[in-house]
């Protein structure tokens, strides 16, 4: 499990706000940013939200199974739009009144 904490990314270990629970800028110069550092990448402000795609990607295939089941071929990209609607949101979107 990941735990998303939303923070300035440190150009350097000198410049992390995170070194209290960090050990790597103890062995790290303060100037670089350590090779191993935890921290992956930025999530740009403005951004819908974030949702999980294996979840979305299941409940689409149970959902065109059953339109497949009632050959009602007219009703796919409704039951897809649907799928992505209820897709269970990870990250909130940002940035959007």
Known sequence: MAILIKAKMPRSCGDCDLDRWCDLWRVTSLEIRNKDCPIICEVPDGHGRLIDADALEEDAQKRLLIC?????????????????????????ASGKE
């Open 68 to 92: 497949a089941k009632y050959n009602d071929q007219f009703q796919k990209p409704y039951e897809v739009m649907r799928a992505i609607a209820l897709a269970p949101t990870i990250i909130p």
